[in-house]
């Protein structure tokens, strides 16, 4: 098993952190992991990603050209990526955020109206759960568990009272993904 992984977006929407909660997650159920950031000198609004490799074997590089899946919550991050999704790929976008359809046709989109369920729970901070658990539906690459270990191990402290919340934004997440 090996999955190669791009989360893109703005700064500000959680892309770095779900790249890391999704490394941890990967820890917690003893994979090899890579996780390389990339973000511009405005991590907050400025455009951001994250490149995340799970595997069952060593990784020999974090730097990749083509990815398994590409979660892509803007526009900008779409127009540079969606041509680097593999054949038969997956590509999960939130819909608020791309405003032109998916022109692929060689590979698996869904939808996530993660920013309108995020405004529904009244969170807007439960976006990037909502996204990482259309993700976990539709690619079950590791354990909601270890999500939640991960996810404990990369919030701080003060935070922890925060992941019953998480946990219902990515079960949530599981229920309104949809392929297009």
């Known amino acids: 098993m090996k999955q190669e992984i791009i989360i893109a977006g703005f700064g500000g929407q959680g892309v770095l952190s779900m790249g890391k909660i999704l490394a941890y997650s990967g820890l917690m159920e003893g994979i090899e992991v890579s996780w390389m950031p990339s973000y511009g000198p405005e991590q907050r609004g400025g455009t951001a990603n994250v490149t995340v490799i799970l595997s069952d074997k060593p990784i020999s590089s974090p730097i990749l050209n083509t990815y398994d899946i590409a979660i892509i919550l803007?526009?900008?991050?779409l127009d540079k990526f969606e041509s680097k999704v593999?054949?038969?790929?997956?590509?999960?976008?939130?819909?608020?955020?791309i405003h032109t359809k998916i022109m692929r046709t060689d590979i698996h989109a869904y939808r996530v109206d993660a920013m309108d369920a995020a405004t529904e729970m009244k969170n807007k901070k439960a976006f990037n759960m909502l996204i990482l658990g259309g993700l976990l539906k539709v690619a079950p690459i590791v354990k909601l568990e270890?999500?939640?270990?991960?996810?404990?191990?990369?919030?701080?402290?003060?935070?922890?009272?925060?992941?019953?919340?998480?946990?219902?934004?990515?079960?949530?997440?599981?229920?309104i993904i949809r392929e297009i």
């Open 146 to 175: 270890n999500v939640l270990l991960g996810l404990k191990k990369s919030l701080p402290e003060r935070h922890h009272k925060l992941i019953p919340m998480n946990e219902a934004a990515i079960k949530k997440g599981m229920e």
């Open 86 to 97: 593999k054949p038969g790929g997956i590509l999960i976008y939130d819909g608020y955020g």
């Open 74 to 77: 803007n526009q900008p991050s």
